[in-house]
């Protein structure tokens, strides 16, 4: 597939001592995109250091996000997976399980496609699997857990998490 160039346009740069280009493209597909370029080295360079300063804030939150979930994981494991597991007691088979899930809004697939990724899985293994960050905040109104640090945990993880989901596509 080929991009062709439709339009090249120049501005004048933020710093007013020069300018900087856009330029439009097109492919086969109908499908634009643009791009850049600054022809001011004085803008070019803010400009890479401003890429470096979130290059480096998103690798700190992805670290401190990994730490949080390194917490948060065992700490849910010896203080409330057992009460988690008792949750779903009444579930005898997988698709109560699933059911019991569904309404409590952690479990996003259909029936179908949660059979298919969980095959030879046990009711407990789904249960325990159910435990991620993503759900944390919701299992924690369920189970009616009253722990103020680990909630901020949580929640600060679900943050992070967004944050760096979000730097990716800059
Ligand atoms: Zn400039």
């Not at 579930?91 to 496609?113: D, F, T």
Request: glycine share 2%; proline share 2%; aromatic share 10%.
């Amino acid at each position: 597939m080929s991009w062709e160039e439709i339009s090249r346009r120049e501005y004048p740069c933020t710093c007013g001592k020069s300018t900087y280009t856009e330029i439009r493209e097109m492919d086969d597909w109908n499908r634009n995109r643009e791009h850049i370029i600054i022809n001011c080295p004085t803008c070019e360079e803010k400009e890479n250091i401003a890429k470096a300063e979130k290059e480096r804030k998103q690798a700190e939150n992805r670290e401190h996000l990994k730490e949080l979930v390194l917490e948060i994981k065992p700490y849910f494991e010896e203080h409330y997976m057992q009460k988690w597991l008792d949750y779903f007691v009444s579930a005898k088979h997988k698709k109560a399980a699933w059911m019991l899930a569904k309404e409590i809004n952690i479990e996003r697939q259909s029936l179908s496609s949660f059979y298919q990724s969980h095959k030879g899985l046990s009711v407990d293994d789904y249960v325990r699997s159910l435990a991620n960050p993503h759900n944390m905040l919701k299992i924690i109104e369920v189970l009616n857990i009253n722990d103020n640090s680990f909630i901020k945990k949580v929640e600060k993880a679900i943050d992070l998490n967004k944050s760096v989901y979000m730097l990716r596509f800059y």
